[in-house]
C-alpha cells in the first residue's frame, strides 16, 4: 500500500561496498480495515438510536359536520393510574362505567367485540374509540391504547379531555 521507493545505491571505494538503506514498506491494510469497522459501528448504533414516532392525525378546528354521532357505535376509555382502564359505551350521560387492564383479554378483546358488534349492526365500520386520559394516568397507558387502536386497524379515535364529572368521579 504505502511504499518508499529507495533504490539502494552502491558506493565502491577502495577495497569494499558500502550499500545504503533497504527501502522501507509500511503495510495500511490493517487500518483500512479498521476505519470500515468503526464507519459501520457508528452506523449501525445511529440507525438504532432513531427515535421511534407514531403519527396522530389532528382534525382542523374550524371543521364542523351535521352528521350526528352514532351512539351504540362509540366505546370510551380513560386510562387510569396503575395500569387501569374505565370504560363505557355510548354517550356520557347513559355511561355504566367498567373496569378492565391493558392484557390481550382485556382492552384488545373490548376493542374487537364492540368493533365487530358495530359492523354486524350497521354492516359497515362505524366505530369510534374515544380516549380521555384521565390526571394520574401514565403517557405509556396512552401510548399502549393507541397501540392498541392500530393494532385492531380503528379507524376513527379520539384524544380529548374528561368531563368535570368524569374528573370528579375519578379523583
Not at 396503575?82 to 384488545?108: C, F, H, P
Request: proline share 4%; aromatic share 10%.
Amino acid at each position: 500500500m504505502a511504499e518508499i521507493n529507495d533504490q539502494p545505491t552502491q558506493k565502491k571505494r577502495k577495497g569494499s561496498a558500502i550499500f545504503s538503506k533497504k527501502s522501507l514498506k509500511v503495510d495500511l491494510t490493517p487500518m483500512v480495515d479498521l476505519g470500515f469497522i468503526l464507519i459501520t459501528f457508528f452506523v449501525f448504533t445511529s440507525t438504532i438510536a432513531e427515535k421511534k414516532t407514531m403519527d396522530i392525525v389532528n382534525p382542523v378546528d374550524t371543521a364542523t359536520t351535521n352528521d350526528p354521532l352514532c351512539e351504540s357505535c362509540v366505546l370510551t376509555v380513560l386510562p387510569d393510574k396503575d395500569n387501569k382502564i374505565w370504560y363505557y359505551e355510548g354517550m356520557e350521560q347513559n355511561a355504566d362505567y367498567k373496569e378492565t387492564n391493558y392484557s390481550t383479554e382485556g382492552l384488545r378483546k373490548l376493542i374487537t367485540e364492540k368493533k365487530g358488534a358495530v359492523k354486524k349492526l350497521f354492516g359497515k365500520d362505524r366505530f369510534i374509540l374515544i380516549i380521555k386520559p384521565l390526571e394520574k394516568s401514565a403517557f405509556k397507558n396512552l401510548v399502549d391504547i393507541i397501540d392498541e387502536s392500530h393494532i385492531n386497524v380503528v379507524m376513527r379515535y379520539y384524544i380529548t379531555e374528561p368531563s368535570l364529572a368524569e374528573k370528579e368521579r375519578f379523583k
